[in-house]
């Protein structure tokens, strides 16, 4: 694709994350755009998944064009007006996390039990054997060890998110009937559920109080509170919470891939769920 070129001038930056900035459009309230920090093939990669999500009528933004500023390249996405993302909603009103979380549990559930044309989406299997290969903090024996997990999971050609966390789930709002849809597709692919659930353990559970604060909008109780409702959502009301746990904490530690691709950095807090399972 050849991005359009516009004026940043256009825009006001609203917000920022691990791997880009969010901007709305000065004029045209329809508009907003996320323009990446680094790695064009990325935008490509993010627009072309979030067309197909699209098209299958998962609830997503509608994704438009590839755009850059002449130095950075980002997509533009119809704007949704009045939207707050779960973690968002839960750091405002932390009064509320169980209704919020539960709502986010079934929006999961929903997500999870889709069947994908699996010609039209990556593996997720295959997608974290390249991130393991690429990682550089992980020895050449946790590795083994780590790729023979990855290849003993089970195999479905259900989606999954990919980058599954309360952020990447936002939710428009009225007449008290709340509409949520998923961002964030870079990650969008194919697999055993778990992998994304993984993720979800992780950002509740496993940061420390400032980074859950800056990057999530709450505070680490709040955040557990997420999941221990979340948990009971997702899972049901008969499930062994104990045995799910044991599965839940390795599949958080494999999500270690996504992070450290990002942060460029080794995350020993989110490792310490494979000591002793994985390696």
């Avoid at 516009?6 to 901007?23: K, T």
């Avoid at 539960?102 to 295959?126: G, M, S, Y």
């Avoid at 109780?221 to 746990?245: C, H, I, L, Q, R």
Wanted: net charge negative.
């Amino acid at each position: 694709m050849k991005p359009t070129l516009i004026d940043l001038n256009d825009y006001i930056r609203v917000g920022e994350g691990a791997n880009g900035a969010s901007y709305n459009h000065k004029e045209d309230p329809n508009i907003m755009l996320k323009l990446y920090f680094r790695n064009p093939e990325a935008a490509e990669l993010e627009l072309a998944l979030a067309q197909k999500v699209y098209k299958m009528g998962i609830p997503t933004p509608e994704p438009g064009d590839l755009v850059t500023d002449g130095k950075q390249v980002g997509i533009r996405f119809r704007r949704m007006e009045g939207k707050r993302s779960y973690s968002r909603a839960c750091g405002d009103e932390p009064e509320r996390v169980e209704e919020y979380a539960r709502e986010f549990a079934r929006l999961c559930k929903k997500l999870h039990a889709i069947h994908v044309d699996t010609t039209q989406f990556e593996n997720v299997k295959d997608r974290l054997y390249r991130l393991l290969e690429a990682n550089p903090f992980f020895t050449a024996e946790q590795k083994e060890k780590i790729h023979a997990f990855i290849a003993a999971a089970p195999d479905c050609d259900t989606a999954i998110h990919g980058d599954l966390q309360f952020s990447n789930a936002i939710f428009t709002e009225k007449d008290g009937v709340r509409t949520p849809y998923f961002i964030d597709l870079g990650d969008f692919c194919y697999g055993y559920p778990m992998f994304d659930v993984g993720m979800v353990y992780l950002c509740c559970c496993l940061n420390d109080e400032e980074w859950t604060s800056t990057v999530f909008h709450m505070s680490n109780k709040t955040a557990a509170e997420f999941w221990d409702a979340f948990a009971s959502e997702y899972f049901g009301p008969d499930a062994n919470m104990e045995e799910v746990m044991k599965e839940v904490r390795i599949y958080a530690g494999l999500k270690t891939l996504i992070v450290e691709r990002d942060t460029q950095c080794a995350m020993p807090q989110f490792r310490k769920m494979l000591e002793g399972t994985i390696y």
